[in-house]
């Protein structure tokens, strides 16, 4: 087997080769993607809210960008993983070179673990659409702004936030379980790869989402006492 850079030492990764380009061209091609997919919706957010007034807020705009980002990497980074899991440590594809730089924090994704294979079909099948849907509807609320609009929007809001709190929550929870209670330790002990990479860069689906959810429970507060209002007006005549 060949010697390959990632914790356990033991763990069993076939065909490992290093990656062909540098990090800054790996990021930069992959940033470049994202970009590109993020700017694409928000335009056609902004295509959607036209001539609606007040338009589409700072703060929603920042909701469309939050889940189209979620959109893409669920539905392409973390798809590519689903069907390639098992030849991405030989593979020189940019996809590939980012998942094993990244596996230098987590090497259950270059082992083929059946949590990870799990965890990440489930994420690519329910999240990636409902993601992208929930960006799509934030936008058509900001036109149209109708109770019907407004309660899918933070319906489904609501459905994927607490799918990605769950899912992050399983996906620590799982790593220190095993670190803590077994002594297996998947991520290499540098802070790059520990606390900018595992730690870090899962940090957002710990945080966003609790805003996303104090952002539908205070518009849900709102229209209930829209209504409430309404209908001590009707009671009154």
């Known amino acids: 087997m060949k010697e390959h850079p990632y914790f356990p030492r033991t763990a069993a990764i076939q065909g490992?080769?290093?990656?062909?380009?540098?990090?800054?061209?790996?990021?930069?091609?992959?940033?470049?993607?994202?970009?590109?997919?993020?700017?694409?919706?928000?335009?056609?957010?902004?295509?959607?809210?036209?001539?609606?007034?007040?338009?589409?807020?700072?703060?929603?705009?920042?909701?469309?960008?939050?889940?189209?980002?979620?959109?893409?990497?669920?539905?392409?980074?973390?798809?590519?993983?689903?069907?390639?899991?098992?030849?991405?440590?030989?593979s020189q594809s940019l996809f590939s070179q980012l998942w094993k730089e990244y596996a230098l924090s987590d090497s259950r994704y270059m082992s083929s673990d059946p949590f990870m294979l799990c965890i990440e079909s489930l994420t690519v099948l329910l999240w990636a659409p409902l993601s992208l849907a929930t960006a799509a509807l934030t936008a058509r609320s900001s036109r149209r702004r109708g109770p019907a609009e407004q309660a899918a929007r933070h319906l489904l809001q609501i459905v994927v936030c607490v799918?990605?709190?769950?899912?992050?929550?399983?996906?620590?929870?799982?790593?220190?379980?095993?670190?803590h209670m077994r002594g297996e330790v998947y991520s290499r002990p540098e802070f790059m790869y520990y606390w900018v990479y595992y730690a870090g860069m899962n940090a957002p689906w710990a945080v966003v989402p609790f805003w996303l959810l104090w952002r539908s429970a205070k518009a849900i507060q709102a229209a209930f006492g829209v209504a409430e209002r309404l209908e001590e007006g009707r009671k009154e005549k």
């Open 16 to 90: 490992y080769v290093p990656n062909a380009w540098p990090l800054p061209v790996i990021l930069g091609a992959f940033g470049g993607l994202i970009g590109a997919f993020v700017l694409g919706w928000l335009a056609l957010a902004a295509w959607l809210s036209s001539g609606s007034k007040p338009g589409l807020s700072r703060a929603d705009r920042a909701a469309v960008a939050w889940f189209s980002l979620c959109g893409f990497l669920h539905l392409f980074f973390e798809g590519y993983f689903v069907l390639n899991h098992a030849t991405l440590a030989s």
């Open 163 to 179: 799918g990605h709190l769950y899912g992050v929550a399983l996906y620590y929870g799982t790593c220190g379980f095993a670190e």
